[in-house]
């Protein structure tokens, strides 16, 4: 029952959080498109629009997040696992003691892959095979990486093989997958911030300018000049979601 009701406070605050990113996304976009528009009609039909791509853009960004997070730990406890075969257990044995042992293995926080597990092991009190309760793990996972280990384990379950070195090997694939994304990451820090400038750059000039000439400005306010700054901020915005695009790289 307490387990039920920790999930659907998560499942509360998952999306209040989505609903709220969401209305701060379309706020921000109203705001950008009437600073150069100066128009409620318009700016309000475009920020219509963009609220439904924030509520999907944050709960992929929240999904990303999350399987990049039980990635890690399964990383980590496939190094444990790895370390209790080597001493001669069972590779079903070697989740149970996962499970019992995972809050004392070392600093890492390892609370959802071991609730994971614990999923698995009840599966296997209630006489499921590790292949199958695995692979019921691995399909609401969401991760490639993980699918593919259930079917290397599966094989192994199945028909033989060394299980020592699947697991030891997925483990050291999964931490250099890690490394690398984190070295990634921190080369494209820098043009990603470039990025982010140059796209705040004519913001700031169009707010200059009304504020230093705003009877200068005010020619984009009204017939060919209005399509002419919708049309410009169309692009930059294109432009930054292009430009976030190429920086997302999937490994």
């Known amino acids: 029952m307490r387990k039920e009701q920790k999930a659907d406070v998560c499942d509360c605050v998952n999306i209040s959080a989505i609903l709220v990113f969401s209305v701060i ?4 976009v109203f705001a950008y498109f009437y600073l150069i528009l100066n ?4 700016c309000i039909i475009i920020a219509g629009v963009f609220f439904p791509y924030a509520l999907v853009l944050y709960r992929r960004y929240v999904a990303d997040k999350k399987i990049k997070k039980l990635e890690n730990q399964f990383s980590d406890a496939l190094r444990f696992i790895s370390s209790s075969l080597a001493a001669g257990m069972s590779i079903e ?7 019992e042992k995972s809050c004392t293995y070392g ?14 092991t009840g599966r296997m009190d209630l006489h499921m095979g590790l292949s199958d309760s695995f692979e019921i793990f691995a399909k609401q996972s969401g991760s490639s990486d993980i699918k593919v280990f ?3 384990l599966s094989g192994v379950c199945r028909n033989g093989g060394d299980i020592i070195g699947l697991v030891r090997n997925t483990a050291a694939s999964l931490r250099i997958k890690r490394e690398t994304e984190e070295e990634i990451s921190l080369i494209l820090s820098g043009p990603k911030y470039n990025h982010r400038i140059i796209t705040v750059m004519p913001i700031l000039i169009v707010f200059l ?4 000439s705003p009877d200068y400005m005010s020619q984009l306010h009204y017939g060919v000049g209005k399509l002419i700054a919708l049309i410009a901020a169309i692009f930059i915005v294109v ?3 292009i430009g976030n695009k190429i920086a997302d790289i999937e490994m």
């Open 150 to 152: 259930s079917v290397a």
């Open 39 to 42: 128009d409620w009609s318009i």
């Open 209 to 212: 300018m009304k504020f230093i």
């Open 93 to 99: 044995n070697c989740f149970y003691e996962f499970v």
């Open 239 to 241: 432009s930054f979601l």
């Open 25 to 28: 996304y379309t706020v921000v």
């Open 107 to 120: 600093k890492s926080d390892l609370s959802v892959i071991t609730e994971e597990f614990h999923k698995i």
